[in-house]
């Protein structure tokens, strides 16, 4: 909603203010999590050498054009937990992103950073993968981001929940 006549602006440049240190404003085009590792240039090791999900509906869907204010680390206290508790610690205005926004947010941010988030954990996401698990993404090393899955109830100190503030 653009509405230049009230608090909107107002409240979204508070927002991205609060949020400077914390998370990214990242504009996500429609490109699949195939297209993303397709166009990442080749002389640098940005994903794993994986391809199980190279058939999964989750790794072709190109989604929407959109802006995304996407959290730099897990949410606190995340890990060790079932999906569904790594849930109930979200804020009211969070909400959990695909692998898409995800891989997206971190490819684009290395490579015009060179910071590497999520170095040395998977963060769970709102896809699900394959037998119903959860799609995860992370541990982005020298040996390139990781694309993974666990069940919902499987409780791991290396696995947090992704978050993103959720627009109105």
């Not at 994903?47 to 190109?62: I, L, M």
């Not at 999520?118 to 699900?128: A, E, L, P």
């Not at 698990?133 to 290396?158: K, P, Q």
């Amino acid at each position: 909603m653009l509405d230049y006549g009230s608090n909107v602006v107002h409240d979204a440049e508070a927002e991205l203010r609060e949020c400077k240190d914390t998370h990214i404003l990242v504009a996500v085009f429609p490109m699949s999590i195939l297209d993303i590792r397709g166009n990442v240039p080749s002389d640098q090791c940005l994903f794993c050498n994986q391809d199980w999900y190279n058939k999964e509906t989750f790794a072709k869907d190109h989604g929407e054009a959109a802006w995304h204010l996407v959290r730099k680390t897990p949410v606190t206290n995340s890990t060790s937990k079932t999906y569904d508790e790594q849930q109930a610690l979200l804020a009211e205005n969070e909400e959990t992103p695909t692998a898409r926004v995800m891989i997206y947010t971190i490819i684009s941010h290395f490579l015009v950073t060179g910071e590497r988030l999520f170095k040395n954990i998977y963060v769970r996401c709102s896809d699900v993968g394959p037998d119903g698990s959860r799609v995860c993404v992370g541990y982005f090393d020298s040996y390139g981001l990781g694309v993974a899955y666990y069940w919902d109830g499987d409780r791991h100190d290396g696995i947090g929940v992704a978050s993103a503030r959720k627009f109105n």
